[in-house]
């Protein structure tokens, strides 16, 4: 069972930065952010494959946040700029046993972290 350890949420006005991590206790094929705002479905923010280091972003999210990794720490980073009131949620580490295309699908994680909260106000 992989563990995964979440850090960095906090509260941060609108155009603001955070920068979330994620330690996992052994190598995994491919990690991703996830997102819950109360009332809505987890939707999937970015991932990254951790073998080659190809990233994907939600639209809603491209040219704001980075995903990045070292994989000499089994630990992912995300990097959130420009910060809106709509990013306010929980968010959520995951790891993948495997790498699949669908990178934004809860489904295909096997693993998860317990949640950091991101609050931004205007």
């Known amino acids: 069972q992989v563990q995964l350890v979440e850090s960095g949420g906090g509260s941060v006005q609108a155009g603001g930065s955070l920068r979330l991590s994620c330690v996992a206790s052994?190598?995994?094929?491919?990690m991703g952010w996830f997102r819950q705002a109360p009332g809505k479905e987890r939707e999937g923010v970015a991932a990254i494959y951790t073998l080659g280091g190809s990233t994907n972003y939600a639209d809603s999210v491209k040219e704001r946040f980075t995903i990045s990794k070292d994989n000499g720490k089994n630990t992912v980073y995300l990097q959130m700029n420009s910060l809106k009131p709509e990013d306010t949620a929980m968010y959520y580490c995951a790891a993948a046993d495997y790498v699949t295309s669908r990178w934004y699908v809860a489904s295909a994680y096997n693993h998860w972290g317990q949640g950091t909260q991101v609050t931004v106000s205007s």
């Open positions: 052994t190598y995994t094929y491919m």
